[in-house]
């Protein structure tokens, strides 16, 4: 989110193409990394070094192309409601940030590489890790994943966390990330998912070349996960399990549907860990399907709803649950004990810290609506599940 989850996929061309520096024998590191990957070379990728100004503005460039301005804008507002994004801040710094921080980029479109300048150790890791994508996009073609990110937010970080892994696991980069305790439950949920790929991702191309070696690797590379559900649990990719089809309605009431977005099982345990949730790979390993949906009336006034699938009735049972704790933590953790609770026309409500939230459950269905009054949350829910 962010950024695509892929690290080195597609940057604008703002600088001027300049050689690889005299120091490293970009040949020589193709063939080494096409030795540790398996993979064809084909051709040689461009390979541009850039200042670490240049690198940023680059790198910034990616950002804005695969998460375009209107998406931005859309996850500012989900955030926001979630209790994620204070009133007062924006995404944005964080965004830019997080991409000013790359060391290299691969574009696939240009087929072309960018390392930022450094010491010459530093440069030869990054450039390895950029080859095994500029290989692998020789050999599966990246730009398969390139534009998926509006509106299919699950499936661009289930899709690149085999291609990030594997990129730096055949380069030998080191792949450990840990989430620190922090104050922002923004950056918390951030970092979470920033760090899927050199993490969860690790983990499954590692369980992938275990069961089958690198035609097991390949095979993933070739047909993408379609969801993180399916990175965290290798045997849901072996088995092909596809999320559960999430119909929201257009309309419910005044409001009227302007945007929604899928809502993948990392998004559940990032959103439980940025507040501090219990069990939460636990809660979310129930995750069946899920979508945020932007709702707005004829007034301007917005809710955002949180629909979510679960695969049994104890998966929904442990997430009401955490929904009571969620509520708890994100809108009046300043106050001793659970939040009371508002009766409604929902199966759950709360009006707390001048948040109005509803919470529906019909079968092994939810939704979570947070809303600018009490009764429209529980009319939208109550729409949504109908």
Known sequence: MRKLAITGICALAIAAPAAAGPS?????????????????????????????????????????????????????????????????????????????????LYDPQLHRIYVRKQPLKQERRALL????????????NLRRLAG????????????????????????????????????????????????????????????????????????????????TEQVFHVDAFLEHQAALTLSLPTAAGTFGREREDTFGELDVRALLAAFRVPQRDRIATGWGGGKTALYRDPNGRQAVALALDWDSSADVDEWADAVTTYVDHAFDAERAGLPATTPCAATKCWSVGGHELAFQRVGNRTVLVLGPDLAGSADLAATILS
Not at 27 to 41: T, W
Not at 129 to 140: I, T
Request: charged share 20%; net charge positive.
């Open 129 to 140: 890790v950029q080859l095994v994508y500029a290989l692998q996009d020789q050999n599966f």
């Open 24 to 104: 490293l024998n970009v040949p020589k590191l193709l063939r080494s990394a096409s030795k540790a990957s398996g993979l064809r070379v084909k051709s040689q990728p461009k390979v541009t070094f850039l200042s670490p100004a240049a690198m940023q503005a680059q790198a910034i460039g990616l950002l804005d192309r695969e998460y375009t301005s209107d998406q931005q804008a859309y996850d500012e507002t989900v955030y926001r409601a979630l209790g994620l994004l204070p009133a007062n801040e924006t995404l944005r710094p964080s965004l830019v940030a997080r991409a000013a921080a790359a060391t290299g």
């Open 148 to 227: 998926v990110r509006s509106g299919r937010r699950d499936l661009a970080i289930a899709g690149s966390a085999p291609v990030d892994a594997y990129a730096r696991t055949r380069a030998y980069v080191a792949n450990t990330r840990k989430l620190a305790a922090s104050a922002s439950p923004l950056n918390d949920f951030l970092s979470l998912e920033a760090g899927f790929s050199a993490t969860t991702g690790t983990r499954f191309v590692a369980q992938l070349l275990a069961v089958g070696g690198r035609h097991a690797i390949f095979t993933a590379l070739r047909s993408f996960p379609t969801t």
